[in-house]
């Protein structure tokens, strides 16, 4: 099982096209809201979430993913509740992901360290930042911003299903190139 937290100004198409992607090739994913079961993005859109933190659990964890925006990604970092579980990803070597500004939430514990990585411009926090939409190395997928959405998401595929489950995702999905 995979945790996408949501909170309160998360950049919809960072969470929503991952979600997609994701439970696409049969992946269990499930939303957690912070703060509230009704996140709200930061272009309007509600979505109500699967759960609330106060149901978070690690039983079955496989990875948790951080859409990025403002202010989510700022109401993500404060959340008591996702830094115990990005420590508990971290320290259990499982799937971590962060899209947009929220790889800097990373960075700031000193998971990307040694890293190659990708974020939104001026989000960087140590070395390692790249120009590709989506990069993955060892279990940390990052993610550029709201028009890499697609990229993240193959990423995240590659990184628990493999490379080819997520290639034909991606031409069933008609995207060009794939």
Do not use: W
């Not at 994913?29 to 509230?36: D, F, L, M, S």
């Not at 890293?115 to 930042?129: D, K, L, S």
């Not at 990069?135 to 193959?154: E, H, N, P």
């Amino acid at each position: 099982m995979i945790y996408v937290f949501l909170a309160d100004g998360f950049e919809e198409m960072e969470a929503i096209t991952p979600i997609d992607m994701l439970r696409r090739v049969g992946v269990e994913v499930v939303t957690v809201g912070i703060g509230t079961a009704t996140p709200c993005g930061s272009h309007g859109i509600a979505v109500k979430a699967d759960i609330t933190e106060a149901e978070v659990t690690t039983d079955g964890l496989q990875g948790v993913i951080l859409p990025g925006g403002l202010p989510g990604t700022t109401n993500l970092e404060a959340s008591a509740t996702v830094q115990r579980m990005l420590d508990y990803a971290a320290e259990n070597d499982l799937l971590i992901a962060a899209i947009c500004a929220a790889p800097s939430v990373l960075g700031h514990k000193g998971l990307l360290d040694g890293r190659r990585y990708t974020c939104f411009p001026g989000f960087e926090t140590v070395p390692g930042a790249c120009a590709e939409p989506a990069v993955l190395d060892g279990r940390i997928v990052t993610g550029k911003g709201a028009g890499a959405a697609v990229a993240f998401g193959a990423k995240l595929i590659e990184a628990l299903c493999g490379r080819e489950k997520a290639d034909a995702l991606l031409a069933t999905m008609q995207v060009p190139g794939a």
